[in-house]
């Protein structure tokens, strides 16, 4: 089994920052795409960002040019630094990965960490 643990969430003011982590555990062989979505109350769960095992990148427009979304593939690690947030941003956000493992392929979900920016 692969598990993602994100960390990194908590509250904090708008125009802050904060800087998510999401390590990959579990026998794998590799993992391919990752990406970063949240999901606010009573709204659908959204891509923020995304990046491919090669460091490609692309964004939700609502965060493009706040948000900085990179990876350390020797570490099975994902990171999401997030800056001059907004009320907005506030959700859970979730970690998402494709991986390769000695028995198969599939992809998993973190259990999710609270953003939250008070206005």
């Known amino acids: 089994q692969v598990q993602l643990v994100e960390s990194g969430g908590g509250l904090v003011q708008a125009g802050g920052s904060l800087r998510l982590s999401c390590a990959a555990s579990?026998?794998?062989?590799?993992?391919?795409?990752m990406g970063w979505y949240r999901q606010a109350p009573g709204k659908q769960r959204e891509l923020v960002a995304a990046i491919t095992r090669g460091g490609s990148t692309n964004y939700a427009d609502s965060v493009k040019g706040r948000f900085s979304i990179s990876r350390d593939n020797a570490k099975n690690t994902l990171y999401l630094q997030m800056n001059r947030l907004k009320p907005e941003d506030t959700a859970v956000y979730y970690c998402?990965?494709?991986?390769?493992?000695?028995w198969g392929a599939g992809g998993s979900w973190g259990q999710g960490t609270q953003v939250t920016v008070s206005s």
């Open positions: 579990g026998s794998i062989f590799s993992i391919n795409a």
């Open positions: 998402n990965a494709d991986w390769i493992a000695g």
